[in-house]
């Protein structure tokens, strides 16, 4: 198998599952007991949230654990929205945003607020000026992702929030995708709230944090215990809060490295399917993207077509977020972006891992050529366009 969907999810890293394992079968206690048990566990959590907070520039009590990113995401506007609705209830996000965030916003406009979606650029970049230009009085917050999961262009993040500050409104950032393989860090960016996420850095599935600065007035998301000071109730998921400590380590550990690799071998990917395979048009910033993604469009055929021929030949990737894979309905990122419907349809992200190597890629590019050259074989829509491009010779 040659797995190229790691925005999707990630493998579980070995020394990430040896974390948690001990706080399955040993250190197993509530980690609100007050017995020795419990607080090695509270203990452990603690930690976790001492060294996420030193990754990304926070203190130890501005980290809140979740149940991941949709969950970190749906709290940071909900509970914003909320808290502020007295100043005003006008919020700005992007077209591109994932569904976390855009579903959420849909819910807040059935609750009376207004949301502006900003446009993006033909690479996915939103455009700091017009940001600025679409703050009102009633403007109580921007939520900008720090990268997006489609096609890796990563947004001015820095610039966003610095006007979001000087205009006392509040950042929210989603850097699922960004935290672990990029430097991040609330301070210098001005970030208020950040949502990120285990399982995108060889973490485990269903455990994330939200980041909330302090001093922010926010209300409390899950009701009931007095866990993560009285923010969200519910028994802490050790294991997993462990387990994503330990993937935070590993990820900051090798994120030079790592990403260097994954730039070396997305450029050689991007360079041989531009040069091998017609018609085809690389989405997303050429160089402000994610280090592992590469997204491509090809013209008469279909990226769900495309997929299932890959995982013919072992090889894993996808035609758009893996939580919008299964529907036909063309990726809302790539129409923001100003691609047809037809360009859109054609779409492949393949996203890497610093494990990935040279000659599965080059395994990958052979099946590709061949998969795309039998689907236009098959297509009538590429027949009629080949026939007018001959008969204009
Ligand atoms: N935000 C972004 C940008 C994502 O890519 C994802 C997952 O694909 C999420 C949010 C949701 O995260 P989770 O799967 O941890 O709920």
Not at 48 to 53: H, L, P, V, W
Not at 231 to 241: C, K, L, Q, W
Not at 364 to 380: A, D, F, N, W, Y
């Amino acid at each position: 198998m040659i797995y190229l969907d790691n925005a999707a999810t990630t493998r579980t890293a070995p020394e990430v599952v040896e974390a948690m394992l001990p706080f399955f079968t040993e250190q197993y206690g509530n980690p609100s007991a007050i017995y020795s048990l419990g607080s090695a566990a509270g203990k452990a959590v603690n930690q976790a949230k001492r060294t996420i907070a030193g990754a990304i520039g926070a203190k130890q009590e501005e980290i809140y654990f979740t149940a991941g990113g949709t969950e970190s995401d749906n709290w940071a506007l909900k509970a914003a929205a909320e808290a502020c609705e007295e100043k005003g209830k006008h919020i700005i996000t992007t077209k591109i945003e994932h569904h976390a965030i855009l579903h959420t916003c849909e819910y807040l406009e059935g609750k009376g607020f207004e949301i502006t979606y900003l446009d993006v650029d033909q690479d996915g970049l939103v455009d700091p000026a017009v940001l600025e230009a679409a703050i009102r009085p009633d403007t109580i917050l921007i939520s900008v992702m720090f990268a997006n999961n489609e096609v890796g262009t990563m947004e001015p993040v820095q610039e966003i929030g610095a006007i979001a500050r000087a205009r006392g409104v509040l950042f929210h950032t989603d850097a699922v995708q960004a935290f672990g393989q990029v430097p991040v860090n609330v301070q210098e960016m001005k970030i208020d709230m950040l949502s990120a996420s285990g399982h995108k850095m060889n973490g485990p599935k269903g455990v994330g944090f939200l980041y909330i600065r302090s001093g922010l007035k926010m209300t409390s998301f899950i009701h009931g215990g007095a866990q993560e000071r009285n923010r969200r109730a519910g028994t802490e998921n050790v294991p997993g809060i462990v387990g994503l400590e330990a993937a935070v380590v590993r990820a900051l550990a090798r994120m030079e490295e790592k990403a260097a690799k994954e730039i070396r071998l997305r450029d050689y990917l991007i360079d041989r399917i531009e040069k091998e395979i017609p018609y085809c048009r690389l989405n997303g910033h050429r160089t402000r993207r994610l280090p592992g993604n590469v997204n491509f469009s090809f013209r008469f055929v279909e990226g769900e077509s495309i997929l299932i021929m890959l995982d013919m030949k072992g090889i894993c990737g996808s035609s758009g977020s893996a939580c919008t894979s299964g529907s036909l309905d063309p990726s809302h990122v790539l129409l923001a972006m100003g691609l047809k419907h037809e360009e859109a349809r054609g779409s492949l992200r393949l996203t890497l891992s610093g494990e990935n190597t040279r000659e599965e890629l080059d395994l990958v590019v052979e099946e590709l050529k061949r998969i795309v050259g039998r689907l236009r074989e098959m297509s009538p829509l590429y027949e009629d366009f080949i026939r007018r491009e001959g008969s204009k010779r």
